[in-house]
Nanobody
Framework: QVQLVESGGGLVQPGGSLRLSCAVS????????MGWYRQPPGKQREFVAH???????NYAESAKGRFSVSRDNAKKTLYLQMNLLKPEDTAVYYC????????WGQGTQVTVSS
């Protein structure tokens, strides 16, 4: 079964940057469509971005122009570079396969605050 371990979150000021990582095991990573999701406080989990096995990205409107999703198939790792962060980006960030695996990781907390 798929195992997902997110890391890289933290506290950052508005306008700052963070790079999230997601280590993936238990699936054929190189061919997997992979996604990033987030759950803001008190809200439902929402889509952020996804990337195909050959590196084609797609972004939610809220992420376009500020976030960049990438992957290293050799390391079985997914990344999310987040720039120009805003307070409304505060959330727990998760990665997952698409279709979604029920085995969500623990997520990584991103807090954008001055």
């Amino acid at each position: 079964q798929v195992q997902l371990v997110e890391s890289g979150g933290g506290l950052v000021q508005p306008g700052g940057s963070l790079r999230l990582s997601c280590a993936v095991s238990g699936t054929t990573f190189a061919s997997a469509l992979m996604g990033w999701y987030r759950q803001p406080p008190g809200k439902q989990r929402e889509f952020v971005a996804h990337i195909t096995g050959d590196g084609r990205p797609n972004y939610a409107e809220s992420a376009k122009g500020r976030f960049s999703v990438s992957r290293d198939n050799a390391k079985k790792t997914l990344y999310l570079q987040m720039n120009l962060l805003k307070p409304e980006d505060t959330a727990v960030y998760y990665c997952n396969t698409i279709p979604i695996s029920p085995n969500w990781g623990q997520g990584t907390q991103v807090t954008v605050s001055s």
